[in-house]
């Protein structure tokens, strides 16, 4: 059977992720599904700067995810900043998202067809009720913070991937979350820009105080963070059938194992 997934509790400081016995399955039809995360257990400090590190299917998206409160899981508790959101409604969640959690996706989410400050601005909009004014003000404060701040009335299709990259993670800030969890927000960037948004987020952090937690296949990247999470069991299903057979894995059934260490 996988391993099951234990990060050593951290006593001094207080944490403001939690996740214990954590399981998440997708359903593919009546019998199929992809068991993504199986047991997770971990606990991120406030203040922390985390990396999560795995092979490509091991289940980090799907972690960042449910610890977004973006999708639900299918056993086990998260609790973010103390409370816990299992049985949150989707309003109490939406709230929450909205004024504790800024969210950079894998693949930007920016809508092409408006400008970096307009994609920055929809996310305050969502948050709260804010008047116009305030809202392109906070908009224009994100932008300045990634270094774009002359790039404001670009439509996001005319940005280079490092500048989207950049409107992603100022769109991830515009609320001043508490957590900030970014999927490989350099997955796409030259060494040389991967370091200046890796500098900046940790700039950030030191000065704000403001918990990141960073999806990344990069070495580099990892070296700068406070801890590597690491999930580390590839997928059964590009497993030999022998192995799935011993593993116990049902003949119909995709599974994903997730397992964490400390790093
Ligand atoms: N919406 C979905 N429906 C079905 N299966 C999914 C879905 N999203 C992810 N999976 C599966 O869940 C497992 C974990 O996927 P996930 O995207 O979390 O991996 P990952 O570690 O982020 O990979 P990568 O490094 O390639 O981004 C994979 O086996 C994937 O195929
Ligand atoms: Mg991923």
New binding site residues.
């Given amino acids: 059977m996988p391993a099951k997934t234990t990060i050593a509790a951290k006593t001094t400081k207080t944490a403001i992720i939690t996740a214990e016995n954590v399981h998440k399955k997708?359903r593919?039809g009546r019998n199929n599904f992809?068991h993504?995360l199986r047991g997770v257990n971990l606990e991120i400090d406030e203040g922390e700067f985390v990396a999560f590190m795995?092979?490509?299917?091991?289940?980090?998206?799907?972690?960042l995810h449910v610890l977004g409160c973006l999708d639900n899981i299918d056993e086990g508790t998260i609790s973010i900043n103390g409370s816990n959101v299992t049985h949150m409604s989707g309003s109490q969640l939406t709230k929450l998202r909205a004024s504790q959690l800024g969210f950079v996706f894998?693949g930007y989410n920016l809508i092409s067809v408006l400008t970096a400050l307009e994609n920055v601005s929809l996310a305050v909009e969502y948050a709260s009720k804010i008047s116009r004014k305030d809202r392109v003000k906070m908009s224009r404060e994100a932008l300045e913070k990634v270094g774009l701040g002359d790039r404001a009335k670009h439509k996001s299709s005319e940005l280079s991937g490092g500048e989207q990259q950049r409107v992603a993670i100022a769109r991830a800030l515009v609320n001043n979350p508490r957590i900030i969890l970014a999927d490989?927000p350099t997955g796409n960037l030259d060494s040389q820009t991967s370091e200046e948004i890796m500098a900046m987020m940790r700039e950030l952090n030191k000065r704000t105080g403001q918990t990141f937690v960073i999806?990344t296949?990069d070495p580099d990247v990892g070296k700068e963070c406070d801890r590597i999470i690491r999930?580390k069991e590839p997928?059964t299903?590009i497993m030999s059938p022998e192995a799935r057979k011993n593993r116990g894995v049902q003949p119909g059934s995709?599974e994903?194992a997730t397992s964490i260490s400390p790093g």
Avoid: D, F
Avoid at 54 to 63: F, V
């Fill in positions: 997708y593919l992809v993504a795995g092979p490509s299917g091991s289940g980090k998206s799907t972690l894998q490989e999806v296949h999930i997928p299903s995709v994903g």
